[in-house]
């Protein structure tokens, strides 16, 4: 199984990015999908998580209004819109690969390489 995320980049306090997460070596509308993301010298949070179908939808609650999870089952990618992006945003974002639909880090088997957000003025 291999993800690749990309996607990342600089932008100012309020604007926007997309995110994607393209998955290949596993059938990818049985796989949940999740991104997380570290901050330097924190610890690796949970930030979103799509079900198989896209019925279930988690979101940590600093992003809830502010970020949309969503997948293209036929593209085999899962993507990350941030809006209204702020400083406390800025991270390495993972996409990771699992089973169940969690917030938890432990529960997803594969991880991507992740991509930087830097939100900066």
Do not use: H
């Not at 932008?11 to 901050?39: D, H, K």
């Not at 969503?70 to 990618?77: H, M, P, Q, Y």
Request: hydrophobic share 35%; glycine share 10%; with cysteine.
């Amino acid at each position: 199984v291999q993800l690749q995320a990309f996607g990342g980049g600089l932008v100012q306090p309020g604007g926007s990015l997309r995110l994607s997460c393209a998955a290949s070596g596993r059938t990818f509308s049985s796989v949940v999908m999740a991104w997380f993301r570290q901050a330097p010298g924190k610890e690796r949070e949970f930030v979103a998580a799509i079900s198989r179908s896209g019925e279930t939808i988690y979101y940590t609650d600093s992003v809830k209004g502010r970020f949309t999870i969503s997948r293209d089952n036929a593209k085999n990618t899962v993507y990350l819109q941030m809006d209204v992006l702020k400083p406390e945003d800025t991270a390495v974002y993972y996409c990771a690969l699992g089973r169940i639909t969690t917030t938890q880090a432990r529960r997803y088997e594969y991880w991507g390489q992740g991509t930087q957000v830097t939100v900066s003025s």
